[in-house]
Every structure is written in C-alpha cells, then in structure tokens.
C-alpha cells in the first residue's frame, strides 16, 4: 500500500485560507495604514501603532511578503519620529549607512534587504512588547506610558541574557530576533507600568 499525498489538500480551506494573503500587493502592507493628520509626529507614531498591530495580527506568510516586496525608506523617518529617536539612530539600529539611506529615499526605494528584515524584526519585537505590556499591565498606567521610546532606548541597552549584547544587535538574525521576544517574554511580570 502506498500513500500518496496531493500538496492541494495540506492547503488551508474557508477564512482561514483568506487571512494567509490579505494584501494582493504584498507592498501594500507598508502603507495600508497611511492616514494624513496636520501632526506629522502624529501620523508617524500612529503608522508606527497600526503596523505593530498589523504584525501582531497578520500570519507569517504576510509578513514574509511584506518584506520580499521590499521595506519603504521612508520607515527610518516613521521609527525616528515615533520613538524619538534620530535618523541616525535609526539607521544604526536598521544597520542602513547614511549614504545608503539617502540615496533610497532620494530615488524612493526600498531599503536594502538586510536593513528590511531589521525593521521588521523591531516591529515584531515591538508586537510582543505591546502584547505583554496590555496582558500584564494596569490600563491606567499605560495610557501614560511611552512604550515606543522605551522600547526604542531599551534596543540599546547590553542585556546579560543575550550574551552582553543588545537586542538592537540581536535583530541581525531571525534567531537573534527570536532570543529578543523570548527576553520580552521572560520580563512579563517586571515590563515598566
């Protein structure tokens, strides 16, 4: 007796075939969220919230995507302002020079591969942070709480349980990515409130 498999009956049927390719233009992902406000600050951290929730809630698949079309440039300038941090800063974060960055922007590209994968390795990261932050934090307090900027100071931060390094270094690699969201994982009783 032989077994033979038809690779169309390991595929997802029903709603949940529809959620593993929400975006006909995986590019679409970097901008679903875009709204105009007068606050450009403003705009630039609710961007920064809906494609952190975007990530919480979109399945592997999307977010594989999402990177292969290629990350927007632009994303450096949205991480700075939402977090307040510099450009520059940024752009150490993302490993993208300065010359690489403006030459992107210039010519509106996408940034490098490597530098997309770091974007969205800090948008994973600050997927979990957010999911921890509201399982395990008082409501009351987190509406004054700065998760963006602690998050964003806390990337730079040498952490012993990632061999001295920091979780900025650490999101070099999908594997490096994965220790950082099991150190967010293990801080949930002690996440800043």
Known sequence: MSLAVDSRSLRLRGK???????FADPSAFWLRSFKKCGDKAEQHRQLLR???????????TTLFDAVEA???????D????????????????????????????ELNERLPDAAGHRVMGFLRVAASLH????ESGDPEQLRNFDVDGWLAQWM?????????KTPAQ?????????????VLERMRGGLPA
């Not at 949940?16 to 929400?22: L, T």
């Not at 809906?50 to 592997?60: I, K, M, N, Y």
């Open 50 to 60: 809906d494609l952190v929730g975007q990530v919480a809630t979109s399945p592997g």
């Open 16 to 22: 949940a075939a529809d959620r593993s390719a929400p």
């Open 70 to 76: 290629g990350v927007p440039a632009w994303m450096v």
């Open 156 to 164: 730079r931060v040498e952490l012993p349980e990632l061999g001295g």
């Open 78 to 105: 949205v991480i700075a302002s939402a977090t307040g941090e510099s450009a520059a800063q940024v752009m150490e974060l993302i490993g993208v020079s300065p010359s690489t960055f403006r030459r992107k922007e």
């Open 170 to 182: 650490m999101l070099r690699n999908p594997e490096g990515q994965r220790a950082v969201e099991q």
């Open 131 to 134: 999911r921890l932050l509201h």
